[in-house]
């Protein structure tokens, strides 16, 4: 899974503190450094983690601190502080209500997973009992309409979307309204993807967001996605306001370490992950008991006092 | 009177500790720039290695010579030996009586049946019948997808305007079948029916996933492409290197034939979503030795290009 793998680097970089007899400099300088590469490695932003390691320094002042556990704990405190900063952004997800029509907005960059995830979580809430349905609002891939078709029909999720209406603006506000009118609880909302180069394109964004009113804009992000995550994730948060993300294909290898600056640059906690193509692919993603875990995988639980 | 100078603007051997500095900053400029991190590191180093030793001019500064080291090698990785001509390529095969045949594979959503529907649009533009193989016979809306590309196709370079034959023709057999045979099938049907191109169309699939892999390999093996083209993002990082790594190895691995076909080329796609992070199309060279054939630059027709190595390393060290 993400980061499972990262964090197991990180606990036994951490671990090996136990082992020096002195901590000094030089040891924090090498852990640190064999931190960055694991972290750099799994395509975490490299501002990011010059940050992480600037900010280790920072705090750790060999001159005023005395006792070598005290050390110790010190560093590895810090340390990971530091990391859960990455993962946890400080702030709740957005929670939908029983009863009520909830709208979910999806965005994010071409071929992230968007069209494929809105079915998985209206299957996941469908599953659970909500009414639920599916407002694709892609004009502009060639056989988007088809895709999602295809998706609910055999998922037996209602669904809307226009062979002919060109105006994606459109058919987001007259699907939402029909399925608000019908009473259903989670109304998806698929559209088309998008960069931040192109104008148009998010101007898009900000005309369906403002006649649907969504209650959670969700950014979906491939795992697999480099350093151009993050000035693509602050675009989108500028322009509209994303509230959740997905970080999708995590089946594969990726370690979804630069899908994590969305996290940051979006002040939006991680909610799903995506782990295959089928429709019962998709994870939950509790950032505190991830955490957790993540501590859990060392003996350093407890390190940080909550 | 020279001579009374030479130990003044003589020159200074670098050390690595002249060196290293320098290079340690370059390594993290290039990871900053989307450079997998492990060739960074890599290509870095050789740069060192070339420069151990080295005598420069006083006048020249250690950074500036490291930097102009690093552009040249830069360029040298991009610019690919051989240079592929598709076209001419295409002509011979005509001319021996059978159509070119071309597949894309990939990871999933990187971009393989759009540029796809992109090269089609180019070869069609010269005056070369196309057939389309839809061989994802797995993603919702796969097939659609490239029925879709293929009526607007048509209706650029209408039947009249060529003979009365249509430009581009789509092969599918719907859901669920096999994609080699399928493949098969549309060449064979290709070849009696004059079509130029064979366009392959495959489902993505994960490096790690070894029955798709298995399945992809066995569809190289059977029909044997001409061109093997490995589509992969710009927006990719460190997972460049596993891909190209793992495709490549599935395709030897699982081949049963004595000389198994590997990826030919690269089409690298979403040029325009990155703007100077283009740090993949380094990694992707570094690892395949292969050439980045098309890059992608954007969601229409005519958004294929090719790579320019000057400006892309340009990008690079900026
Ligand atoms: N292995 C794997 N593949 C996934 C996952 N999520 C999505 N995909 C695949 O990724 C590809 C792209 O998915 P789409 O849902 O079409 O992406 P999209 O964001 O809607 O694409 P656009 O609408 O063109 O921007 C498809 O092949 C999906 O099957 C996942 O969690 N794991
Ligand atoms: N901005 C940009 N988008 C691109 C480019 N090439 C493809 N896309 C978009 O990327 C998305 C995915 O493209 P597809 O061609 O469906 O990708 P695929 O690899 O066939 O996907 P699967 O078959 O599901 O694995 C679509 O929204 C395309 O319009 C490009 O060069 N630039
Ligand atoms: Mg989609
Ligand atoms: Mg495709």
Redesign the pocket.
């Given at each position: 899974m993400v980061l499972a793998d990262l964090g197991r680097k990180i606990t036994s970089a951490l671990k090996s503190l136990n082992n020096a007899t002195i901590i000094n400099e030089e040891v924090l300088n090498d852990l640190l450094k064999e931190i960055v590469t694991a972290l750099l490695e799994s395509d975490v932003n490299i501002r990011l983690v010059k940050q992480l390691r600037e900010n280790v320094h920072k705090t750790i002042d060999f001159d005023e601190m005395a006792g070598g556990l005290n050390k110790r704990r010190m560093i590895q405190t810090t340390v990971f502080k530091e990391l859960v900063k990455l993962v946890d952004p400080g702030t709740k997800p957005y929670v939908p209500v029983k009863g009520r029509p909830n709208v979910i907005m999806f965005v994010?960059?071409?071929?992230?997973?968007?069209?494929?995830?809105c079915t998985k979580l209206a299957y996941y809430y469908m599953r659970k009992g909500w009414k639920t349905c599916l407002v694709c609002a892609?004009t502009f891939?060639a056989g988007?309409f088809d895709?999602v078709k295809q998706n609910c029909t055999k998922a037996r999720i209602p669904f809307y979307g226009s062979y002919t209406e060109v105006d994606p603006v459109v058919i987001a506000m007259d699907g939402v309204d029909q399925f608000k009118k019908e009473g259903f609880e989670i109304i998806i909302i698929?559209t088309?993807?998008r960069h931040k180069q192109e104008d148009s394109l998010f101007e898009e964004m900000l005309q369906i967001t403002n006649v649907c009113k969504p209650d959670n804009i969700i950014f979906?992000m491939d795992a697999s996605i480099g350093q151009a995550c993050e000035s693509q994730a602050k675009a989108f948060k500028e322009r509209v306001d994303v509230g959740s993300v997905i970080v999708?294909?995590?089946?594969?290898h990726a370690k979804g370490g630069g899908a994590l600056s969305a996290v940051a640059a979006t002040r939006s906690p991680i909610i799903f992950i995506?782990?295959?193509?089928h429709i019962d692919?998709l994870e939950e993603f509790k950032t505190k008991p991830f955490i957790s875990k993540l501590l859990g995988m060392g003996d350093i639980e407890g390190l940080i006092e909550r | 009177m020279f001579s009374m100078f030479r130990g003044l603007v003589g020159g200074k051997t670098l050390t690595e500790s002249d060196v290293t500095p320098v290079l340690d900053k370059l390594k993290d400029h290039l990871i900053g720039k989307n450079v997998a991190s492990d060739i960074a590191g890599k290509l870095t180093q050789s740069v060192g290695d070339q420069l151990k030793g080295k005598v420069i001019g006083t006048f020249e500064g250690v950074t500036s010579t490291v930097r102009k080291t690093l552009t040249n090698s830069l360029v040298k990785l991009l610019t690919p030996g051989r240079r592929l001509d598709i076209l001419r390529d295409v002509m011979e095969a005509k001319n021996t009586g059978r159509p070119y045949t071309m597949a894309f594979c990939g990871v999933?959503?990187v971009g393989k049946s759009t540029n796809l529907a992109k090269i089609t649009f180019w070869l069609i533009e010269n005056n070369l019948r196309v057939m389309i193989a839809a061989c994802d016979t797995f993603?919702a809306g796969a097939v659609e997808q490239l029925r879709t590309h293929t009526h607007h196709l048509n209706a650029l370079h209408p039947p009249e305007k060529h003979h009365g034959n249509a430009m581009v023709h789509l092969f599918e057999q719907g859901y669920g079948k096999d994609a080699a045979g399928i493949a098969r099938h549309a060449i064979d049907f290709a070849r009696k029916n004059n079509f130029d191109v064979v366009l392959i169309d495959t489902a993505?699939r994960?490096q790690d996933n070894e029955p798709l892999m298995r399945a992809l390999a066995k569809l190289i093996m059977v029909n044997e492409p001409d061109l093997t083209l490995f589509v992969g993002e710009a927006l990719v990082g460190n997972e460049a290197v596993d891909q190209l790594v793992k495709f490549n190895r599935a395709l030897a691995d699982h081949s049963t034939s004595a000389k198994p076909q590997k990826i030919d080329g690269i089409l690298l796609t979403k040029f325009d979503t990155i703007d100077d992070k283009v740090g993949a199309a380094i990694s992707m060279t570094y690892i395949t030795g292969q050439p980045i054939v098309f890059i992608g630059t954007g969601q229409t027709y005519t958004d294929l290009r090719r790579l320019d190595a000057e400006a892309v390393v340009n990008a690079l060290m900026s």
């Amino acid at each position: 899974m993400v980061l499972a793998d990262l964090g197991r680097k990180i606990t036994s970089a951490l671990k090996s503190l136990n082992n020096a007899t002195i901590i000094n400099e030089e040891v924090l300088n090498d852990l640190l450094k064999e931190i960055v590469t694991a972290l750099l490695e799994s395509d975490v932003n490299i501002r990011l983690v010059k940050q992480l390691r600037e900010n280790v320094h920072k705090t750790i002042d060999f001159d005023e601190m005395a006792g070598g556990l005290n050390k110790r704990r010190m560093i590895q405190t810090t340390v990971f502080k530091e990391l859960v900063k990455l993962v946890d952004p400080g702030t709740k997800p957005y929670v939908p209500v029983k009863g009520r029509p909830n709208v979910i907005m999806f965005v994010g960059l071409q071929g992230s997973g968007k069209t494929t995830t809105c079915t998985k979580l209206a299957y996941y809430y469908m599953r659970k009992g909500w009414k639920t349905c599916l407002v694709c609002a892609d004009t502009f891939r060639a056989g988007a309409f088809d895709q999602v078709k295809q998706n609910c029909t055999k998922a037996r999720i209602p669904f809307y979307g226009s062979y002919t209406e060109v105006d994606p603006v459109v058919i987001a506000m007259d699907g939402v309204d029909q399925f608000k009118k019908e009473g259903f609880e989670i109304i998806i909302i698929d559209t088309s993807g998008r960069h931040k180069q192109e104008d148009s394109l998010f101007e898009e964004m900000l005309q369906i967001t403002n006649v649907c009113k969504p209650d959670n804009i969700i950014f979906v992000m491939d795992a697999s996605i480099g350093q151009a995550c993050e000035s693509q994730a602050k675009a989108f948060k500028e322009r509209v306001d994303v509230g959740s993300v997905i970080v999708t294909k995590l089946d594969g290898h990726a370690k979804g370490g630069g899908a994590l600056s969305a996290v940051a640059a979006t002040r939006s906690p991680i909610i799903f992950i995506g782990t295959g193509e089928h429709i019962d692919n998709l994870e939950e993603f509790k950032t505190k008991p991830f955490i957790s875990k993540l501590l859990g995988m060392g003996d350093i639980e407890g390190l940080i006092e909550r | 009177m020279f001579s009374m100078f030479r130990g003044l603007v003589g020159g200074k051997t670098l050390t690595e500790s002249d060196v290293t500095p320098v290079l340690d900053k370059l390594k993290d400029h290039l990871i900053g720039k989307n450079v997998a991190s492990d060739i960074a590191g890599k290509l870095t180093q050789s740069v060192g290695d070339q420069l151990k030793g080295k005598v420069i001019g006083t006048f020249e500064g250690v950074t500036s010579t490291v930097r102009k080291t690093l552009t040249n090698s830069l360029v040298k990785l991009l610019t690919p030996g051989r240079r592929l001509d598709i076209l001419r390529d295409v002509m011979e095969a005509k001319n021996t009586g059978r159509p070119y045949t071309m597949a894309f594979c990939g990871v999933n959503g990187v971009g393989k049946s759009t540029n796809l529907a992109k090269i089609t649009f180019w070869l069609i533009e010269n005056n070369l019948r196309v057939m389309i193989a839809a061989c994802d016979t797995f993603r919702a809306g796969a097939v659609e997808q490239l029925r879709t590309h293929t009526h607007h196709l048509n209706a650029l370079h209408p039947p009249e305007k060529h003979h009365g034959n249509a430009m581009v023709h789509l092969f599918e057999q719907g859901y669920g079948k096999d994609a080699a045979g399928i493949a098969r099938h549309a060449i064979d049907f290709a070849r009696k029916n004059n079509f130029d191109v064979v366009l392959i169309d495959t489902a993505g699939r994960m490096q790690d996933n070894e029955p798709l892999m298995r399945a992809l390999a066995k569809l190289i093996m059977v029909n044997e492409p001409d061109l093997t083209l490995f589509v992969g993002e710009a927006l990719v990082g460190n997972e460049a290197v596993d891909q190209l790594v793992k495709f490549n190895r599935a395709l030897a691995d699982h081949s049963t034939s004595a000389k198994p076909q590997k990826i030919d080329g690269i089409l690298l796609t979403k040029f325009d979503t990155i703007d100077d992070k283009v740090g993949a199309a380094i990694s992707m060279t570094y690892i395949t030795g292969q050439p980045i054939v098309f890059i992608g630059t954007g969601q229409t027709y005519t958004d294929l290009r090719r790579l320019d190595a000057e400006a892309v390393v340009n990008a690079l060290m900026s």
